[in-house]
């Protein structure tokens, strides 16, 4: 079955220093991989996604994300983060049903 | 610019009420979801449909139904509400056309059941 493991529940970072998140999928084929990010109250909202070819993505606000098959993992980084990069973050992968299977989050706190 | 809305954001319910979350697209996009999000389960498929007169139930049915009549519209209907179905509810929709399964979500309704 489909499934997507985020480790971390919560992540603290100071400001000005490097993010990565971890995702972890499992998939029989080739996955189609996203990333979004979801700010307190509001909707989701697409950072980046990979479908094929390069295996590192940029996305929007300064992220990026590399998809390594041996490991089934497809990580999101950011070299600076910034306090406005607070927010929820959820990994997901194409499922079978044209829908999305999300991994449970990792909530990014930022100090100052 | 294109959108999709959800109406009302928060709603209050008392159990065995029905209550009907709106969703609705300017996309024209043939695929719509909706998922509900809950502490420490992140999100998850409760029902989608690939176009007007198809659904199809997902991962947490139990206790909702949808219908859909036109491209712009599913509503999600809790037959009688219940505490447990208190979450935060989210409407996508995708292009068919679109392989990559990219979706496109709407601002979520709070749903409380008392």
């Known amino acids: 079955a489909q499934s997507v493991t985020q480790p971390d529940i919560h992540i603290t970072v100071s400001e000005g220093a490097s993010l990565e998140l971890r995702c972890n999928y499992s998939?029989?084929?080739?996955?189609?991989l996203f990333w979004y990010v979801q700010s307190p109250g509001q909707g989701l909202q697409l950072l980046l996604k990979?479908?094929?070819?390069?295996?590192l993505v940029q996305g929007i606000k300064g992220f990026e994300a590399e998809f390594k098959r041996s490991q089934s993992s497809f990580n999101l980084r950011k070299p600076s983060v910034h306090w406005s990069d607070a927010a929820e973050y959820f990994c997901a992968v194409g499922g079978s049903q044209g829908n999305l299977i999300f991994g449970k989050g990792t909530k990014l706190s930022v100090k100052p | 610019d294109a959108e999709i809305t959800q109406s009302p954001r928060h709603k209050i319910t008392e159990t065995g009420r029905q209550v009907t979350l709106a969703c609705h697209q300017t996309?024209?996009?043939?695929?719509m979801f909706w998922y509900r999000q809950d502490l420490g389960h992140g999100l998850r498929l409760i029902h989608y449909?690939?176009?007007?007169?198809?659904?199809n139930k997902g991962e947490v049915s139990d206790g909702y139904s949808v219908s859909r009549s036109n491209t712009e519209d599913l509503p999600l209907t809790l037959e009688s509400a219940a505490s447990s179905q208190t979450s935060v509810y989210f409407c996508a929709s995708s292009d068919r056309q679109d392989r990559s399964n990219e979706q496109f979500f709407g601002p979520g309704t709070r749903l409380t059941v008392l």
């Open positions: 998939y029989g084929a080739t996955p189609y």
């Open positions: 990979y479908f094929s070819g390069d295996t």
């Open positions: 449909s690939y176009g007007v007169q198809d659904t």
């Open positions: 996309w024209n996009h043939n695929n």
